[in-house]
């Protein structure tokens, strides 16, 4: 929750993206322990970012949101269809949540996103000799971090960069 309100306090992060993404941290937990995402607290979380975006929408450009979605959450969709053994979908239902998250602020966040979790995780399974590693805690701090750093990973003028001008009304 201190990194949820920390976010918040920073200029071009909207409340709601803070929140939801601090909401994913049990989450991220129990997928440590039990290899699973539960589907109560994504949920959750992905309401509370629709409740901020309701909230927050002249700030939060559609087109932004809808890209950080897909950005984040495709490349692991089609990496289930394609393998499900090895990334589980409560994977891409969390990579939903963060993508609309952290693109609510800009869509190269979710560029950064996938990257600092891909190589978090990877890092993690080889320093402690894993085959297998949960995902979820590497995108949910992938987007903490994200979200906490923003403007010293995209310059000014890409801030102000849209794909298009549409807000969500």
Known sequence: MITALISALQDGVAAGSAISV???VPAAT?????QRL???IIAA???ALAIGFVF???DVLASNVMLGLALLAGPLLLLHLLSPGSMGFGDVKMALVLGAAVGAVHWQLALVTIALA??????VALLRRMNEIAFGPG????AAFSLLAHTLMLTPVALHSTISTGHFA
Do not use: R
């Open 22 to 24: 601090a909401m994913l």
């Open 30 to 34: 129990v997928d440590i322990v039990e």
């Open 38 to 40: 539960p589907n109560q």
């Open 45 to 47: 979380s992905a309401l």
């Open 56 to 58: 927050n929408s002249s």
């Open 118 to 123: 891909a190589g978090a995780t990877a890092t």
């Open 139 to 142: 995108l949910v701090g992938a």
